[in-house]
């Protein structure tokens, strides 16, 4: 299964928020979400910790904050960061005090440098923390980012970037007041096969591009929206597409290369299953480019498992499967100059990500996979929940806003 759950399930009823947080995502579904309040949850199964603490780094290294401890976090990220030359591990912050103990001695995370969300906001006096990583439920990924600027901290931050294009452009302007850095964690535009296949396209490598096929799929077990993040609105949006479906969508537009000028979409929420009785189970999209380029996007919690991008062109066919995992990524051309493709090592994709964040930082680059193409992504996704909530084809402008 492509996810196990991670980042948690923070999740306590509180009806306050129920309005606030209740997706524009909503699309057909008349289930109000339980809301949803920030709660640490004890250490995941099995993580491994390290049994010493991560080796001393350059001067110049960035010392980040980990916001949430789940099972990204710990089984993904942090390791990764031991590989990342201009970053370390600065400060943690999390819900649960005997996790923070636990995960902060096996990282040398001196006590002082170990907060809970509740006085998350004191990061702003610690000069050892110049950035912070948000891997929380998506419904909090605002709320951190905008703290954490106020704090004077650069953001690394999970996607999707947020539950709405609202959110998003609330973070990003929070950025600009700071003059800080904000980085969606887009992880593939590092991992060397989709490197590849995106240079692949730019250089015409299939001809012409027709179309573009991609299916981001697994069938989730028993579960219910007070138990896993992932399945309740309120926390995560509509269901797949933000979570598995982005990659996909993701794919879409950096293989084309283009920005799409209309969406149509459907989705499903079958009744009677727990699963499903707050997010859709499948998504389906076609984005139509101005090129004549189709790309047709699949994703669902409950389907056999995939992970395809498929580029068909006048002159051949990429194709990558498994495309936008952690690792086993395969790639070949068929057709005209038919070849497999072994461009590197996909688990390097994380540190890397992590040191153009570090060097952007450092060296004032420009980031990658900023602020503008996360809220670019929301806003795509919007458009895709009101062409199946509408029944209707939805014309976008250049920057991914609906028209009309």
Not at 45 to 73: E, F, Q
Not at 291 to 318: C, E, P, W
Request: aromatic share 8%; with cysteine; hydrophobic share 40%.
């Amino acid at each position: 299964m492509p996810h196990t759950i991670s980042r948690r399930s923070f999740i306590e009823a509180t009806g306050a928020l129920a309005a606030t947080l209740t997706t524009t995502a909503s699309a057909t579904s008349p289930v109000q979400s339980t809301a949803a309040q920030l709660k640490g949850q004890p250490l995941p199964g099995g993580v491994r910790l390290p049994a010493t603490p991560p080796r001393r780094k350059r001067d110049d290294s960035v010392g980040i904050a980990i916001i949430g401890l789940g099972g990204y976090a710990l089984n993904q990220i942090m390791p990764r960061i031991d590989h990342a030359e201009r970053m370390h591990i600065a400060a943690l912050v999390s819900g649960n005090p005997a996790k923070l103990a636990q995960v902060g001695d096996a990282y040398g995370v001196p006590t002082d440098a170990r907060y809970s969300y509740a006085d998350f906001d004191r990061i702003v006096a610690d000069d050892r923390i110049q950035a912070v990583y948000v891997i929380l439920p998506t419904a909090f990924h605002a709320d951190f980012t905008i703290r954490a600027f106020a704090a004077g901290k650069h953001v690394l931050c999970e996607k999707p970037m947020a539950l709405s294009s609202t959110e998003c452009e609330a973070m990003i302007a929070a950025g600009r007041r700071a003059n800080r850095k904000l980085m969606i964690a887009y992880r593939c535009h590092f991992e060397p096969y989709n490197v590849e296949a995106m240079r692949l396209m730019r250089e015409k490598a299939v001809g012409t591009i027709r179309l573009i096929r991609t299916d981001q799929s697994y069938r989730a077990g028993p579960t219910t929206p007070a138990q896993n993040w992932r399945f309740n609105r309120a926390l995560a949006g509509g269901g797949p597409l933000e979570d598995y479906g982005i990659y996909g969508l993701q794919s879409a537009l950096y293989l084309s290369g283009e920005m799409p000028e209309s969406i149509s979409a459907a989705t499903f929420q079958p009744k009677g299953d727990p699963r499903f009785a707050e997010i859709f189970a499948h998504v389906a999209t076609q984005l139509t480019f101005p090129s004549g380029a189709v790309a047709q996007l699949a994703t669902s919690y409950d389907a056999a498992g995939a992970n395809l991008a498929q580029v068909r062109g006048t002159d051949g066919t990429l194709i990558i499967d498994p495309a936008t995992g952690y690792a086993g990524h395969r790639m070949r051309i068929e057709g005209r100059d038919a070849r497999d493709f072994t461009p590197g090592d996909p688990t390097t994709q994380f540190a890397a990500q992590l040191n153009h964040f570090a060097n952007a930082i450092r060296d004032d680059t420009p980031i990658l996979t900023g602020g503008e193409m996360g809220l670019r992504d929301i806003r795509l996704i919007e458009a895709i929940y009101a062409s199946a909530r509408e029944g209707r084809t939805v014309k976008l402008a250049p920057d991914g806003r609906m028209r009309g």
